[in-house]
């Protein structure tokens, strides 16, 4: 009752916005994220840890966009070099400009895997160019990815893939069957299970690539044992397939030089979204060894192997300069530690309220990717979902992800009527902004 009150009492001006965008927007709104019960709330304002509504009221932002902005909501050196370039050239022209050597260079630097950089426009995209150059270079033909992973909303890799028997559980309708035909999925964690595929595959075409989220699937909801990397790395060259790290969340996050450089492990084709752009939009990249991110070169004769990718505003000015002053701005400030530790204070808060009230959800993080998942009846390993065999199972997975959604969301609820904004309730991103002051208040 008492969220209720909040949402009717204190946003009637983001209620008036959002029925009327009902009527215009498929849903009434344009972004996944902005979607919270029991109406999303619209915002017109952000700095530092905080956002502020339409109707003044003000939040903590752990949302942080889903995860670009770990310098905090829009950041002064950014903006600045932002408008600067605006005011100069404008956001696109569709032609070289320096910014775009810097940020190569600048990723380079603290990633030395990263030979080359092709800047993308999401993370999405660059999920698919980096699948199309494993295939090219490797001349093998299956991608294997990790139950319950999430790397962008493609046709080959989108949620739920695979389920034996039934497309009910599938996150979108509309693919058929044969677009993933050639994409296989393995449980985290489980270096058996991934050489077993390997092996099978080498009869049906081989492995191009394994692609996966190095702190675990969806970005960590589903952690990984500290070594599974550096197993994924020796399974991909005993059987010559690429090793694709997804470092769309992780990349400038975890550490300056990514999860690569947290686990110690050289991936031959990394995949870069969020932070990249410095919270600018477009956001996305691929880069890697030589051999390979030459592969995607611009214009023909690249001795026919060649990687079309591309993108209108794929590395515009505006992006490739945002993304390289976030990095040197990352660097300076020591955002990925401080943003890193206000994850552990929140964690460890978050540990100590659900202990003291004894509710049936856990907390932890990796740094500054903070997590709150539900136990006990109503949790739910996303992870396992195509490995289910018998429709009664799939029955009772579905029942269960649909109980932990509506838990997450009435908590992502409880979050906002509370003055903090969640992603979904259940992961909570910190930032250069968020001191102990926020966190405590939080
Ligand atoms: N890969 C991972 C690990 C992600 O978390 C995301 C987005 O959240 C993507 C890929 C897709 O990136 P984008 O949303 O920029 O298309």
Redesign the pocket.
Known sequence: NEIQRFYDEKCKGSKAIFEEAKEYIPGGVQHNLAFNKPFPLCFDKAEGAYLYDRDGNAYIDFLQA??PTILGSNYGPVREAAIELLRDCGPVTGLLHEAELLIAKEIHKHMPNVEMFRMLG??????MAAMRIARIASKKKHIIKIGG?????SDQVVYGLKIPGSRALLESHGIPGKMFSLVDEVKPNDLTMLEDMLKKNKARGGTAGVIV?PVGP??GTRPVARDYNRGVRELCDKYGALMIF?????GFRVALGGAQAYFDVAPDLT?F??IVAGGYPA??GVGGKRQYASIMAAGLGNAGHRAYVGGTLAANPLSALAGYTAIKEIERTNACEIAGRAGDRLADGLKMLLDKYGLPYVAYNQGSIVHLECTGAMSFDFSSFSFVKSAVGLLAHKKMMYERKDSMERMGAAYMANGIVTLAGSRLYTSLADTDEVIDEA
């Open positions: 889903g995860g999401s993370g999405t995209e660059s999920v992973a999430y790397h962008g909303w989220e969806e970005s997804d470092e769309v969340v992780t995949i979204g969020k956001a996305g």
